[in-house]
């Protein structure tokens, strides 16, 4: 699958990629909201996140796919519940968070999700699930992990279009996808 927005492409990730993949976005995304300043917290538009809220919301998504992951290993298909990222939005009070503090812990959430994918060998990447989104369909713990690089790339892209819609520069502004809502 390509994702027409960003151009990822999940079939180009070897499993074998996914750990590696996923824990250097630690690095990058301190690489472009470091020295961000005020114009991270500021959204673009009422409906666009901010740089910071995405930035949150990788980490989340980084802490909530670890679990999906392990609660695959344990149980035979589950049915995992829905991240609800919007929700999360003000009832984790992502505008509350500074940079430097959210930065730490996306990385070690990416450490933590990169670790279990570490330990996954074939038989247990082809584990089973059931996934939410875009609507309820059975995956693999393979999907999810490429699924996870996929939503830190992706995001990775709207931080920084964000960042320069909030700075007056050209890129436009990302918005949240509409079928990207349960994750």
Not at 72 to 86: C, G, K, L, S
Request: with cysteine; charged share 30%; glycine share 8%.
């Amino acid at each position: 699958m390509t994702c027409e927005d960003c151009g990822f492409r999940d079939e180009l990730v070897a499993t074998d990629e996914i750990a590696g993949r996923l824990r250097s976005f630690g690095p990058r995304f301190a690489g472009v909201l470091a020295g961000a300043g005020p114009a991270a917290a500021r959204r673009p538009e009422p409906a666009v996140w901010s740089a910071l809220e995405y930035a949150c919301h990788v980490r989340d998504v980084f802490l909530v796919q670890r679990e999906r992951a392990v609660l695959a290993q344990v149980q035979d298909n589950p049915r995992v519940a829905r991240m609800n990222r919007d929700e999360r939005v003000a009832l984790c009070r992502y505008d509350a968070h500074a940079v430097p503090d959210v930065l730490g812990q996306l990385a070690m959430a990416a450490e933590l999700c990169a670790t279990v994918f570490d330990g996954l060998d074939e038989a247990a990447l082809a584990r089973r699930l059931v996934y939410p989104w875009p609507e309820a369909t059975e995956r693999d713990v393979a999907w999810v992990g490429r699924h996870t690089v996929h939503e830190g790339e992706h995001h990775l892209m709207d931080v920084r279009r964000v960042l320069a819609a909030v700075s007056g520069a050209s890129g436009g502004a990302g918005r949240p996808e509409e079928d990207d809502k349960a994750h």
